[in-house]
Every structure is written in C-alpha cells, then in structure tokens.
C-alpha cells in the first residue's frame, strides 16, 4: 500500500480552486473538519466533486466484475494521477497501477508504489537510468515497460548494461493496429521484436504481451467490437508463438489489454490463449471509478449489450465527478451563462452536461435538470446554455455538470473535493500532473 502523509500534510490556502479568500493555510487532511457545505456557499465556485457514494458503488462494481472474471486489474493512473484514488484501487485488490509517462511513474514512486506497468515504450536514457536505480534500490519494486521494435529492445538493453543492473528489466512485448499508435504492426515484426529481447537476456526478460484496443472505431459497434475481438486474436497469436519460441521469462505470462470501453470483451477473449504456460489477464480501466455522466454512460450500456451478463453485477456504474457553478447572467430567454469553462471541465469529446440545480432559500436538496438545458459552448471561464425560454434558472442559482471523459477534467484541479450526500465537504484529493 501506498505511503500518504506527505499528501495529507500538504498546506492547502485560497491558491487552490474552491478554498475560500483569506482562509489561513491547514493540512489536506483537515479539509473535511471545516464544516464547509457546498450548496450553502461555503466555498467558491467552480468546484469539482468527488461523490463518496458514487465512488463506493464502482468500486464495489469492479470488485465483482473481476471475480466473475477471471482477471485482474492495474488501472490506469493517468486518469487521476490522484495517489489517494490509486490507494483505494489497490485496497480494492489491483495488481498494480499502469502509467504512461516518467513523471507519472516517479509520483507512483514517490508515495510508495510497488508496482507498475508504463504502457508505453521506454527510450529516454535517462529515464532508463533513473528505473534500473529504482529497481538497484528497493528489490521489492515490480516495473514493466513496452517494447515493439528491435531499435528499442538495442537503446534498453544498452541503457541496462551501461548502468550494471543486477536484475533484469522485465518488459511486454506490444502489439498495435495499423494507422493508431505504437505496437508491432505484423507477427514476422512482433517475431523480430520477441527475438531481440531474447538475444539480450538475461538483461531484458520477456515477461508477456500487451496491446490496447481503446482507440478501435468503426462506424458501428458492431463492426467495432468485431475489430477489436480481431486484434485480441493478434495478440493471442503473438504469446503462442513467442511460448513455442521458449522466449517468455520465468513466472507467469502475462497478457494485458483493456482500456476503459472494451475491458470486456478482453476479460472474455485473452483468457482462451490457449498457452500451457499460466498466465496473468490484466485489464486496465483507469475511469470506472469516477464513470462520467455522458460518454461513459454510453459505453457502460454497450458494454451490456455485448456482454448482458454484467447486467447481473447490479446496478451500472455511477457518476462520481461533478463540477458545480454558478448562473452568471441570462442575458436572453433561451440563454443561461454558468461560471465554468474549458479551464475546470473536458470538452474534447463532448462538453459538460447540466444535470442537477440548487437556489438557496428554495431547495433542501439539488433537483434534476429539467430537459431543455444543454451546453453548445465553452469560453475559458463561461459555459453558454441554450435553455427553454420558461427554464427555471436564475442569477445565482447553482448547478451541477456532469462531464464526459474524466481524464481530462481531473488534469484541470490540483484539489477536488470529497462530498457526501448532502454535499458536506468531507475530505480532498490532491493530483500531481
């Protein structure tokens, strides 16, 4: 488990998002004792939430997709680079975390992370050296990267003998797609890739192989999930021979794929390697935790239709993420202007979308939408509603958006706050972008 209290110790003052001016400095870990409520107007706006409930449920959720399974899971820590979320997902039993960069691998490090698998090739030398010296340092430290060409396989297997590693440097051997982003593109490329690695043992160790099938987008779902159950096969293909070749390392084989939409269809298909040696089926949904309110949802209910048995997991997974603001202005009758703006929320996939509002004096509890409300743009700070001309909402009322893709949010605050029911605010999270 992970080592938290240099994060609970952090002093956090009105430089951060949602503390109110003036407020003297305290640790992180005194957030929640402030009594501060977010609908009472404790605190300024915008704010993004992080609903305790919500958050229980998906973790919840998960737990009891992997025991139906099969697989484990190493979820993507990129998504909240947020080391209190990466505790709650190792409590919950993950593997490990996944990682796509350095910087995000040295803050895993920083707070005690034992494990991790960078979904991304390694060519940096100093990167290389800073990991060979990690794992020189702390013998329990686990560490996987990427290979998928013999260029690469050269700069590790140098990188690893300048610096007199004891222990070898255990890597994955990628699979890609043709026209997306790295991976071997061909099995005789994967072949030559696979041999390269052996060649250099016991410096490097061939540990598995690994692809990622998120970016797969046909005009149908059909035609989509028809791709992807395609490249699993590749993928399939690759491990059986590299088995036949005698080039897996010791230990388990490990097969890995599994982005946030299709984990799925790999928890169902990688098992079926048809390997003699056992293996290891890692997914690696980083953003179930959260969910979102919009893109997710809609994933969520593909994900059904290919697979209706997760409808007997129980209720799907929750929006946890909100960002609340105030209505700045109506300045026409189909027009509401909220204090929120490309600067707090994702908008690359699809933009905010209003789903709860609260008038102080008026509601005891946050009311739904009514239909009619959506966002057509985003200014850095202004999010511009289109409204039904007899829409409710008024100068200072507040409304909560839901956000599509949570990615791309959680790299916008440094701290969001942890609420209950009631929107209490019960403790923060911290991220390290």
């Not at 956090?12 to 929640?32: H, N, Q, S, T, V």
């Not at 706006?45 to 399974?69: D, I, Y």
């Not at 329990?140 to 007199?164: I, N, P, Q, Y």
């Not at 026409?332 to 709860?356: F, M, Q, Y």
Request: glycine share 10%; with cysteine.
């Amino acid at each position: 488990m992970l080592t938290l209290t240099a994060i609970n110790d952090l002093p956090i003052d009105d430089r951060y998002k949602g503390i109110p001016g003036g407020a003297p400095a305290f640790p992180l870990k005194e957030l929640g004792t402030r009594g501060w409520n977010v609908l009472r107007g404790d605190v300024p706006l915008p704010l993004a939430v992080l609903k305790e409930s919500a958050l229980a449920h998906n973790r919840r959720w998960m737990q009891r997709f992997l025991a139906a399974s099969g697989a484990q899971f190493a979820p993507h820590g990129k998504t909240t680079m947020a080391p209190q979320l990466f505790q709650m997902q190792l409590e919950d039993g993950a593997w490990g975390i996944t990682l796509a960069t350095m910087q995000q691998v040295q803050v895993a490090r920083l707070f005690g992370c034992k494990r991790i698998l960078l979904a991304n090739e390694l060519v940096d030398a100093r990167a290389i050296e800073c990991i060979v010296n990690e794992l020189a340092r702390d013998p329990s430290f686990e560490f996987l990267c990427l290979v998928d060409s013999v260029a690469g396989v050269e700069t590790l297997a140098a990188a690893v003998k300048r610096h007199g590693s004891s222990r070898p440097l255990e890597v994955l051997l990628e699979g890609g797609i043709a026209g997306g982003r790295t991976g071997c593109r061909s099995i005789g490329e994967a072949h030559e890739v696979a041999l390269a690695v052996g060649r250099h043992s016991p410096v490097l160790a061939l540990r598995g192989v690994e692809g990622f099938e998120g970016i797969i987008a046909e005009p149908t779902p059909q035609e989509s999930a028809a791709k992807v159950k395609r490249f699993l096969g590749f993928l399939l293909e690759i491990a059986s021979w590299c088995e036949e070749a005698g080039l897996f390392a010791p230990g388990k084989v490990i097969i890995s794929a599994g982005g946030s939409e299709y984990f799925d269809l790999v928890a169902d298909i990688l098992p079926k390697s048809g390997l003699t040696r056992e293996t290891q089926i890692i997914i690696r949904s980083g953003c179930y935790l959260t969910h979102d309110s919009d893109l997710f949802m809609d994933l969520q209910r593909k994900l059904e239709e290919r697979t209706p048995s997760a409808k007997d997991l129980g209720a799907p997974p929750k929006a946890a993420l909100e960002i609340w603001s105030h209505v700045l202005s109506r300045p026409e009758p189909t027009r509401a202007i909220l204090g929120l703006g490309k600067r707090d929320a994702s908008h690359e996939s699809r933009l905010p979308l209003p789903v709860l509002w609260f008038r102080p004096g008026l509601h005891k509890v946050p009311q739904p939408m009514p239909l009619g409300h959506t966002t057509f743009k985003l200014h850095d700070q202004h999010a511009l509603l289109n409204v039904p001309e007899d829409s409710p909402l008024q100068i200072g009322d507040l409304v909560a958006c839901g956000i599509s893709h949570p990615c791309t949010t959680f790299d916008k605050w440094r701290l969001l706050a942890m609420v209950d029911e009631r929107y209490n605010i019960t403790g923060g999270v911290h991220t390290f972008f």
